[in-house]
């Protein structure tokens, strides 16, 4: 599993549940598990070298994103998912974040202008070091400071309870894009939010977003291309 780097200000060091959690994302999505197939909180411990209590933690968490099912007695399986669920969690997350950079624009601070760009500059210098892990975690503190900034408050909680930062570091972690070039393109939203141009600020943000997702499905198609590949060959 993944580890995160040397923290730094600023930079809140992510508990083992979401570490786990956001393996097990990976994993499915890399289609490690397949749709149906059962996970046992014990195995999963000792394949992870951890206690149960945080796999428990991550397992709950993937239930309640709707990527794994729980069912009385017959215990936790793996959802059949599509790149239609994918797709709408993306329109969803472009669709509130937009909103979020709109609002923040009108309303944003030197302040938090000045903390964008210190966010900024940890992940260009993790995107630089090859550190993935780093670079989503600056990525999610950046998005999180442009949501806190916008002062809507439901934003923020339905941001929280669709899990919006799993989902970033997913993305960041499988994408097929550059990930230098990633992080410079959040000097687009800094712009357009100094600006104080509110339809420029929605536009950039629901481009980033959507770009991410292109990325995203990208390297998943490119995965499933090979696997059928390998499948052809046998």
Partial sequence: MTKVGNSRPGFIKKVLSEQI??????????KKYKAGDRLVESAIA????????????????????????FEPYKGITVRSFTTDDLSEVFLVRAALESLAARLAAER???????????????MLEAAKSGDIVNRT???NQFHDTIIKASGNKLIARLSRNLR???????SGTLTSMDHIG???RHTLIIDSLRSGDPDKA???MRDHILNSFKGLMK???????????????K
Wanted: no cysteine.
């Fill in 21 to 30: 959690k956001e393996q097990l994302m990976e994993d499915l999505l890399h």
């Fill in 46 to 69: 000792r394949e992870f070298n951890v206690s149960q209590a945080p796999v428990r933690e991550a397992i709950k968490s993937l239930v309640e994103m709707e990527l794994l099912d």
């Fill in 108 to 122: 944003i601070t030197e302040e938090e202008i000045k903390k964008l760009e210190e966010v900024l500059g940890y």
């Fill in 137 to 139: 975690s600056y990525n």
């Fill in 164 to 170: 919006f930062a799993s989902w970033s570091h997913t």
């Fill in 182 to 184: 990633i992080a410079q």
């Fill in 202 to 204: 929605e536009q950039v």
């Fill in 219 to 233: 390297n998943l198609e490119a995965q499933e291309a090979e696997e059928k590949k390998q499948a052809k060959s």
